[in-house]
């Protein structure tokens, strides 16, 4: 049986795309029976955990401190020397991680996954950037979430050789198999927090972690000319400074922050809403899997061009609309579009649910994934 050992910063029951990714790919893993499945990545406290969630091994080691939004674990990298592994799955990412493995690691082969060029931290990038092109040099094959994003990165465009393109995925069955009783309790809580005025009216909707480079401020802004209201669900850093937006435009019945919610919960908010919107603007927004979510649940999309695999997933003209990025005009227009037209909401929503399933089921992903490490093993 195979060996695989993933690394990453964090794991369940911390949420993220990249840490739903790894949990789910890990667990499909060690459910096919072919491979044994460690995941090492830092703990929220100082002590180092070891735990078997799902029959996958997890080791959080514990963290000294954060930098630039980056967990340091001296432990994690003498967790790498000590972890045996026929194949190290690095997530970048994560530039201590890389550099643990570089340093330490002993597996006979390395796999990267890029998730996204490091975008904000320019500094940490120039000092970083030597070693990352030594981590991609010494990968034995890379994994891009697009073609898109081989072509449009700096970096991946140097190892085009061994890159392979295998697109995030979701359980597609959680997110179409939603209780018609389920949705509406959600739209009626929906309505029970809004004014006469704006019952009845469409539900756009957002998910994701509040972060700078996902547009909110936009989308916010456009409300004032949608005939609907807004629905974000998640948390982030910049809630705060949202909140603020929307209070200081008299925006409070049109846009809702319903926090965080559970995984029992989430696919009803999908199906209870009639767009989704991703209104991203840097290229930290590299694929975008809460499209496929909510593709898997059959909305239409309006999304940002970002020469990512944003607009890769989401098809314009055949599973949404895609815009320019940083453009409340542009993002308000293509959302009352949809909202305008019954019918075209309803094909485009088609159309998202069978690509969906055609082309971004876990199924597919860990299959991929199981050949490209199968491959690997049977190299001498």
């Not at 480079?213 to 998640?234: F, T």
Request: charged share 25%.
């Amino acid at each position: 049986m195979t060996t695989v050992l993933q690394i990453y910063k964090n794991y369940f029951p911390v949420s993220g795309g990249i840490e739903g990714h790894i949990r789910l790919l890990s667990n499909e893993l060690v459910r096919s029976g072919q491979f044994e499945v460690k995941v090492l990545v830092t703990n929220l406290g100082r002590a180092t955990t070891r735990e078997v969630l799902d029959g996958v091994e997890v080791i959080k080691a514990g963290e000294n401190i954060t930098l630039a939004r980056t967990p340091i674990s001296w432990k994690l990298w003498r967790e790498v020397s000590r972890t045996e592994a026929d194949i190290t799955h690095l997530h970048f990412p994560y530039p201590f991680g890389e550099l643990g493995y570089l340093l330490f690691g002993k597996s006979r082969k390395m796999v990267i996954t890029y998730h996204s060029d490091i975008v904000s931290q320019k500094g940490l990038l120039r000092f970083y950037e030597p070693f990352l092109l030594r981590a991609l040099k010494r990968a034995d094959r890379i994994i891009a979430t697009s073609p898109r994003y081989i072509k449009s990165s700096p970096y991946l465009s140097r190892f085009q050789e061994k890159c392979a393109v295998v697109p995030l995925s979701v359980d597609i069955d959680r997110f179409q198999s939603v209780r018609v009783e389920d949705v509406e309790r959600v739209r009626r809580a929906i309505e029970e927090r809004s004014t006469s005025s704006l019952r009845g009216s469409p539900l756009v909707l957002f998910v994701g972690k509040l972060r700078y480079y996902k547009g909110l401020p936009y989308i916010i802004e456009a409300m004032k000319a949608i005939p609907g209201r807004l629905l974000i669900v998640g948390t982030g850093p910049v809630e705060n400074s949202l909140r603020a937006q929307v209070n200081d435009s008299h925006l409070e019945d049109k846009v809702l922050f319903l926090g965080e919610l559970s995984d029992e919960d989430l696919p009803a908010h999908y199906h209870a809403s009639d767009v989704f919107v991703l209104p991203s603007t840097y290229r930290s927004e590299a694929f975008g899997l809460v499209q496929v979510e909510a593709m898997a649940c059959g909305k239409p999309l309006v999304c940002t061009e970002l020469g990512t695999g944003t607009s890769w997933v989401n098809l314009h003209g055949e599973t949404g609309l895609v815009v320019e990025p940083a453009n409340s005009k542009a993002l308000a227009d293509a959302v009352n579009t949809l909202l305008g037209d019954a019918a075209l909401r309803q094909h485009l929503g088609k159309n998202a649910s069978e690509r969906a399933r055609r082309e971004f089921s876990k199924e597919s992903m860990v299959a991929r994934i199981a050949e490209l490490y199968n491959s690997l093993a049977s190299e001498k």
